[in-house]
């Protein structure tokens, strides 16, 4: 799977950038990368090649070396207790340090957040609290990841607390309409 998506967005940013090159403003994945590509929500390539460098980074700090976006679906299937609780905060700021402005999210489908790296309150008693953070089922990207079966979304926003702008690429941990919810990861500016 890990290597499937690698592929899938590496492709996808390599495809747009030579039809942004090519002056094709509203590039659509094109129908020669592989299947499950097809089914993305329309405007993901140009809008992965708008911020190309910025999601390429973000990318390769999600799919490559350990922890990865495999790491923390391994370890949100198998929280239950404070143990693994601890296991996935620390994957997920293990995670969010690869990249210097870096931030992991981890949601379950419903969009209640199970771990925010930049919240302090951390714990398995908040996370069934539903008190780290508020609900993000409305979150751009990771509403996309989990509508589109492809299971990625993507954003980048200004960001009305602090002013900046921040991009982020969420994945869907698991299968299509059976998940156990979105890892998102987001870099700012």
């Not at 950038?17 to 590039?27: G, R, W």
């Not at 930049?118 to 751009?140: D, G, M, P, T």
Request: glycine letters at 6%.
């Amino acid at each position: 799977m890990r290597r499937n998506f690698r592929t899938v967005l590496t492709t996808a940013v390599l495809s747009s950038a030579m039809l942004f090159a090519a002056a094709v403003a509203h590039a659509q994945i094109p129908n020669a990368l592989p299947p499950d590509t097809q089914t993305c929500q329309p405007g993901l390539a140009a809008a992965i090649a708008a911020h190309q460098a910025r999601y390429l980074a973000i990318a390769q700090a999600m799919t490559t070396g350990i922890p990865n976006r495999t790491t923390l679906t391994t370890d949100l299937g198998a929280m239950h207790d404070d143990a693994t609780y601890a296991t996935l905060l620390a994957d997920s700021q293990a995670m969010a340090a690869k990249l210097a402005t870096g931030r992991v999210v981890v949601t379950v489908p419903d969009g209640t957040v199970v771990a925010d790296t930049s919240k302090i309150n951390n714990s398995y008693a908040n996370f069934l609290a539903k008190a780290i953070n508020e609900n993000h089922n409305s979150r751009v990207a990771i509403f996309s990841a989990q509508q589109y079966p492809c299971g990625v979304g993507i954003e980048t926003k200004l960001s009305t607390t602090d002013g900046t702008v921040e991009s982020y690429i969420a994945l869907r941990a698991g299968n299509h309409l059976d998940s156990l919810g979105t890892i998102r990861m987001s870099t700012k500016q």
